[in-house]
């Protein structure tokens, strides 16, 4: 039993339920999108309003939960995709620390972060959005440390003005979200309507890792969500 008098394991004890709940959703995300996409993007609209809302891990400021309401673009069909991942181009290193990744070497990068730390990622392969004004690639990147999982954060138009300056995540499997894909295949799911803003978009108590220039998408992408 948590002893609620200790408020460090009273915290982790919010942060485990936190981090259940996000992966729970998700799981069911990917259940309802097998059948109807737009479904399960609703569903993980209200379920998410509720836990910003009313969680004690919420990145929103405990003063604004009460008032909090999510902005979203309507949701737009021709903005998810199943996409392969195409491998990393070859770079010659012979950094000890550098992975390989069919035969080709991986090393580390220092994405931006909002925080003091710069958790090491290996950029894995990229992948290519089929967007309404052209196709988008995008680097996709592995976490290092912490739970590990794969990263996909982007910068578009939008940036500074109905979303958060830094960019966006459509992936971060290491907080479960995670839309799906086969591994088979080499495939993932990934859908601009489920776009979200980092913790730190509330917050700048929470470090969050960030898009680096690479992954800025020319475009505006009206999809997913919103600030203002």
């Not at 913790?199 to 220039?213: M, T």
Request: hydrophobic share 45%; glycine share 10%; proline share 9%.
């Amino acid at each position: 039993m948590i002893d609620h008098g200790n408020p460090v394991a009273a915290d982790r004890a919010w942060l485990a339920d936190w981090r259940r709940r996000v992966a729970e959703l998700y799981a069911e995300v990917r259940a309802v999108a097998a059948a109807d996409p737009a479904a399960a993007w609703d569903t993980w609209r209200r379920e998410r309003e509720a836990l910003y809302r009313a969680h004690p891990q919420s990145p929103v400021p405990a003063s604004e939960r009460d008032a909090f309401h999510a902005r979203h673009w309507p949701y737009d069909d021709r903005l998810r995709w199943s996409v392969p991942v195409e491998p990393p181009e070859a770079v010659a290193t012979t950094a000890p620390a550098a992975g390989t990744f069919g035969g080709l070497a991986i090393v580390p990068v220092e994405l931006p972060n909002s925080g003091a730390e710069s958790p090491a990622f290996d950029r894995v392969g990229s992948v290519r959005l089929g967007l309404p004004g052209g196709e988008a690639p995008l680097p996709l990147y592995w976490m290092r440390g912490y739970a590990g999982g794969l990263f996909l954060p982007f910068l578009d138009a939008t940036n500074g003005d109905e979303t958060y300056g830094a960019g966006r995540y459509l992936l971060d499997t290491a907080k479960s979200a995670d839309l799906g894909g086969d591994a088979a295949a080499g495939t993932l799911i990934v859908d601009a309507n489920f776009a979200f803003q980092p913790s730190c978009a509330f917050d700048p108590r929470w470090a969050c890792p960030l898009a680096g220039p690479e992954s800025r998408v020319g475009a505006r992408v009206e999809a997913g969500e919103r600030l203002r």
